[in-house]
Every structure is written in structure tokens, then in C-alpha cells.
């Protein structure tokens, strides 16, 4: 396979947090420099993409994975038990 004529820059991002991923790896448009675009501030776009993916992927949503299946049928029936109730009430 040959592959002629592709040059692509790229930007490469350490992660802070190593657990998951070690680096994050950018393609930059071929016209991002052409539009006024200082390389200070491709890179720092590129940081706060990387930092926004940690920052979606860590805390509640992270939680919500670790709970096990059957607690989650355990609080949906709860639920409607409580709902029975309260209706059967009024």
C-alpha cells in the first residue's frame, strides 16, 4: 500500500490523569492556521477539549456505572411501590 501526498499536523496532549489514557491525539485542520489563529491558541483549545472530555466522563456518570443492575431494579421497585401506595391512599 502506498499512500502519496498526505501531511497532517498534529497535537498531542498528555493526560494528567494516566488511569485511562495516556495522551489525546488532535488533527488539525488544514485551514486552522489560516484563519488568524496563533499555535498558542490551537493548543490551548486542544487542552480544553481534552479537559472537557475528562471532566464529562468522571463524577456522576462515573457513579452511575459502578452501581450494580439490581440495585437499580431494587430502587424501581421501591418506586412503585410507593406510588401503589400513595395512589390506594387517595
Not at 498531542?12 to 495516556?22: A, G
Amino acid at each position: 500500500m502506498v499512500v502519496q501526498g498526505v501531511s497532517r499536523q498534529v497535537i498531542v496532549v498528555k493526560s494528567p490523569d494516566r488511569r485511562f489514557f495516556e495522551q489525546a491525539i488532535f488533527i488539525v485542520k488544514a485551514d486552522a492556521f489560516g484563519s488568524g489563529a496563533t499555535a498558542e491558541a490551537v493548543l490551548r483549545e486542544a487542552r480544553r477539549a481534552a479537559d472537557g472530555y475528562l471532566k464529562r466522563t468522571s463524577g456522576w456518570r462515573q457513579l452511575c456505572r459502578r452501581i450494580p443492575a439490581p440495585v437499580y431494579a431494587a430502587g424501581g421497585a421501591l418506586g412503585a411501590t410507593l406510588c401503589w401506595a400513595l395512589a390506594l391512599m387517595l
